[in-house]
């Protein structure tokens, strides 16, 4: 069995620590992103929370108008 020498096991652990710090480096920017990608969701969400509201409230205004434009058309 061949035993590797002082230069390869340098060269080895070389290499295993700048793939682990690129795992590291793509770890912090996915986590990151994942942060602001839930941010965004949240922020979606409410906005449709807010604009359901709003369409709500458009609605039963319209519902009153039409309602008070049939009592015009025909008064009792």
């Known amino acids: 069995m ?3 020498k002082p230069a390869e096991v340098d060269a080895t652990v070389d290499r295993l620590e ?3 710090m690129r795992l590291v ?4 920017t996915l986590q990151e992103e994942n942060q602001l ?3 965004q969701l949240r922020q ?3 906005d449709r ?5 709003r369409t709500e ?3 039963h ?3 009153g108008m039409i309602s008070r434009l049939r009592t015009m058309e025909h008064p009792e």
């Open 25 to 28: 480096e793509r770890y912090t």
């Open 44 to 46: 979606m969400r409410a």
């Open 57 to 59: 409230q458009a609605r």
């Open 49 to 53: 929370a807010a604009m359901k509201e």
């Open 37 to 39: 990608l839930h941010e």
């Open 2 to 4: 061949e035993t590797a």
């Open 61 to 63: 205004r319209v519902e």
């Open 18 to 20: 700048t793939a682990i």
